[in-house]
């Protein structure tokens, strides 16, 4: 009702103020007046733009109506005398209209996220469509028995309705509708612009906004000049007349219009996305302008029908397709771009378009040169447009894809040497006195970051006063300083008597950029007999050492492997990975059949180190023979950090395997490849088609027995009740409870399942960075997922799944199903044994019960 009042008022100023300037001022008026809406829109909006996040949106609402109905009614007394107040009115209504047409829109995109919007606002403004449908027929008759004067205060009246009407958001819509907290509104008014302006979607979104109202000023004010010249009448102007035929025309597009809105708007959003929807205007508009060129050329004599098409079709357009997908495409972004945001594309874009149209026709071209500008900025538009595609897709995502500048060691390093060092270093201090352990590696861990000398002396002076395991700690937290004092200390350090401390050592020596490592007689520890002091050794110096010492290092790996102590074998597997020593793979690959997990963990990560086609067959082979999920998830990480030139791989694994479960587990590893590819490349794995094929087939797969155990609960759910005692119903009603809840978990797993497959499918990559766990997302950033997926995943996958992401219970599934799979009507028993039938063991224990408490009652 809300947007019926504003389009009433809106249709009736429109056509009353304009008619009355044409009967006063005649119609070369009009460009010259477009100038003066664009200076007085500018001021109105900036007014609102102070306000509109710091007073409720409904106090807004209340201040505008008040405030147009007083000035209208003001004007109108003053039209009985002074032609030159139609100017104002003129003004009024434009002003008038887009302020609260402005307001509304932001309102419904506080209350409604992408997915409602889509679905509420083609209905939404086809009902205030149907308004000013209501008040065109309404004004079209009285205009005849009384003037046109007199329709001013009907205006009026109408423009005080929305004052009453708000109340009913609020009551509903209370506390989305309030003004955000003041501590978060400090920044200055031009800071926020230039925020604002900062997006880029907003600034492409300018650029379509500048150009579509340069486009409707124009082709609006070539109609009414046209179908002005049909209403001189003996030199007067009939504006009576003029009305009227408006009227009627208005008529024939509302109609058009309602009806369209009402039935394919939101399916043609929904199946051709948002920002497509919004391209068709620009193509048609180059088309009409080019037909205008062409008729006036060629001067045939069907122009004025030509341009009463034309406009009819831009109004059509217009309304039905640009004007609804504009405001949804705003329902995806954050508070202040939807309130402030859109205001200056009001109070701003839209004034310099008014003016820039307004300048265009002071210019008086010629049609044909008239028309082929049209038909440029008909172009652009459409090029902004497909670029706002890719923008769309990003405010959608709202992924960062920027590394931070700045690391932790940065962070540290610049604080400890800031103006605080001296009240830092007197912390760490404090709390290396406390007998905390943890705390004190952390405080090591921070003066290694730092790099500091006066963090070293710190260190060396606490190796001497601390306990083993700190001194152990400190050892291999050395590898960021350098001087005299550090290399003498190291070398102190290689020895002590504690391995552990020279293992160390050796480490923060290897790490250590600064250092030169020839400095330092290390060879002699190759024949150390501490596992780890051998580990860190022969990391450093493998490469430099000569043929004998590398087989005195392949023996003592050897000798590693055979024991069965944790402190042996792990370094000796490590080693084996680091130095990529082939000699040793077939022992690996028996290793990762161990059951003692670090030797299995260790046995993994030195295959992945390989970083050769044999290890990701052998490890894809052991998930073959898995059923651990821990160890599922291990090898998955593990192989989606091999190298990028391996995906083919991947790829001819996933064609020719034929267990379901690996299938997932590879889709999974390709997904996270990808997505690296995405995150370090900016562009997505390209699948083959032979794969495509393969995840819509899966994909389809899935889907449908998502919605066969939809199909087959249904049958469950509707006889169960019928056939169990009275005494049993209540029991037997919860069980099929309990199997919904199960059902619909299963559902919402499977899901995610076809969502990887999806996110594999889309060539953008914009399905990769989506967060899979819904229940962590609040309900607009689900909305948001929900419309990325519709906008750019495979759209026969998209068309199933979508209704289970937003909820959609059993008897919607049913429908939705039926297009697609044909399920034949099924019996109690077919239906419990189906679900006895399935690998979820809860299912299938809530089936037998269920079929125990049936049978029971019928014997």
């Not at 008729?295 to 122009?303: E, G």
């Not at 994909?699 to 027995?705: F, G, L, N, Q, V």
Request: aromatic fraction near 12%; glycine fraction near 4%.
């Amino acid at each position: 009702m809300f947007l019926i009042a504003i389009y009433c008022a809106a249709i009736l100023g429109d056509y009353l103020s304009e008619a009355l300037v044409i009967k006063h001022l005649t119609v070369n008026a009009l460009p010259g007046l477009y100038q003066l809406n664009a200076a007085f829109l500018f001021v109105v909006t900036f007014i609102m733009f102070l306000f509109v996040d710091r007073v409720h949106r409904w106090q807004l609402v209340r201040v505008l109506s008040v405030s147009y109905a007083v000035l209208v009614a003001g004007c109108g007394l003053l039209t009985r005398w002074y032609g030159w107040s139609s100017v104002v009115l003129y003004s009024l209504s434009y002003i008038s209209k887009l302020s609260l047409f402005s307001i509304f829109w932001i309102i419904a995109n506080d209350i409604c996220d992408t997915r409602k919007s889509k679905s509420l606002f083609p209905l939404i403004a086809g009902g205030g469509l149907l308004g000013g449908l209501v008040s065109t027929i309404i004004s079209d008759k009285v205009v005849h028995y009384i003037h046109t004067e007199n329709l001013i205060w009907l205006w009026a009246a109408m423009l005080i309705v929305p004052f009453f009407l708000v109340n009913r958001l609020v009551r509903e819509f209370g506390f989305k509708l309030n003004a955000p907290d003041k501590t978060q509104l400090q920044s200055q008014t031009s800071d926020e612009s230039l925020s604002i302006f900062s997006e880029k979607a907003v600034v492409i979104m300018a650029g379509v906004y500048f150009l579509v109202f340069i486009l409707v000023f124009n082709i609006d004010f070539i109609f009414t000049r046209e179908l002005s010249k049909k209403f001189y009448l003996s030199g007067q102007f009939n504006s009576d007349g003029f009305l009227s035929f408006k009227f009627s025309i208005y008529l024939i597009i509302t109609l058009l219009i309602i009806v369209f809105q009402f039935t394919y708007t939101s399916d043609i959003s929904k199946r051709i996305g948002v920002t497509n929807s919004m391209l068709v205007l620009p193509i048609v508009m180059f088309l009409g302008s080019m037909g205008l060129y062409a008729l006036h050329v060629r001067a045939l004599d069907i122009m004025f029908a030509f341009v009463i098409v034309f406009y009819i079709l831009r109004q059509f357009l217009f309304e039905s397709l640009f004007s609804s997908n504009y405001q949804i495409f705003f329902s995806a972004f954050s508070r202040k771009f939807r309130g402030r945001g859109k205001l200056i594309l009001e109070g701003i874009v839209k004034p310099l378009a008014i003016a820039s149209a307004g300048l265009l026709l002071m210019a008086k071209l010629d049609l044909s040169v008239h028309a082929l500008v049209l038909a440029g900025c008909s172009l652009a538009m459409a090029i902004l447009v497909i670029k706002l595609k890719k923008e769309y897709r990003i405010i959608l995502l709202k992924e960062e894809f920027e590394a931070q500048k700045d690391d932790l060691r940065t962070m540290i390093k610049r604080e400890i040497s800031g103006k605080n060092n001296k009240k830092i270093l007197s912390l760490i201090l404090q709390a290396f006195d406390t007998q905390d352990f943890d705390l004190k590696r952390v405080v090591i861990k921070y003066l290694e970051y730092s790099g500091s000398h006066a963090a070293f002396e710190l260190l060396r002076n606490k190796f001497f006063e601390e306990s083993d395991r700190i001194k152990e700690i400190i050892a291999r937290s050395l590898s960021t300083f350098d001087s005299v004092e550090v290399r003498g200390f190291l070398r102190n350090l290689l020895e002590e008597q504690n391995p552990v401390i020279r293992a160390g050592t050796i480490r923060s020596i290897r790490t250590n950029p600064y250092i030169d490592k020839g400095s330092y007689s290390l060879t002699r520890f190759i024949y150390d007999n501490d596992s780890l002091v051998f580990e860190e050794v022969v990391r450093l110096l493998y490469p430099a050492l000569n043929a004998d010492e590398k087989e005195v290092v392949h023996a003592k790996i050897a000798a590693l492997l055979d024991s069965e102590r944790m402190d042996e074998k792990c370094p000796g597997i490590r080693l084996i990975g680091h130095l990529k020593l082939s000699s040793f793979s077939s022992r690996l690959e028996k290793i990762i059949h161990s059951q003692t997990k670090e030797f299995w963990y260790a046995a993994v990560n030195a295959l992945l180190q390989f970083d050769n086609e044999r290890s990701i067959v052998s490890l894809v082979s052991f998930l073959e023979q898995n059923r651990d999920r821990a160890k599922e998830r291990a090898i998955v990480e593990g192989l989606s950090r091999v190298n990028f030139r391996f995906y083919p791989i991947f790829e001819g694994l996933f064609l020719s395997t034929e267990r379901k479960r690996i299938a997932f587990s590879l889709i999974d590893v390709m997904k996270l490849l990808s997505l690296r590819k995405l995150r370090e490349k900016n562009a997505p794995v390209r699948q083959s088609d032979e794969v495509k094929n393969k995840l819509v087939a899966m994909a389809m797969d899935e889907m449908r027995s998502i919605y066969l155990d939809a199909y087959r609960y249904y049958d469950i759910a509707v006889q169960a009740t019928l056939r169990s005692a009275v005494s049993d119903i209540r029991k037997t009603q919860k069980m099929i409870d309990l199997l919904k809840t199960a059902v619909t978990e299963k559902r919402k797993r499977f899901s995610m399942f076809v969502f990887d497959m999806l996110s594999l499918l889309d060539p953008s990559g914009a399905l990769l960075t989506i967060e899979r766990d819904f229940k962590l997302l609040d309900e607009r950033k689900k909305a948001n997922i929900i419309e990325l997926i519709e906008a750019f995943g495979d759209r026969t996958i998209g068309r199933y799944l979508i209704p289970i992401l937003e909820g959609y219970g059993e008897r919607e599934l049913l429908k939705i199903g039926s297009y697609r799979w044909k399920n034949e009507p099924g019996s109690f028993s077919t239906a419990i044994r189906y679900f006895e039938a399935l690998d979820n063991r809860w299912i299938s224990w809530i089936a037998l019960y269920i079929e125990h408490k049936v049978y029971k009652n019928a014997a």
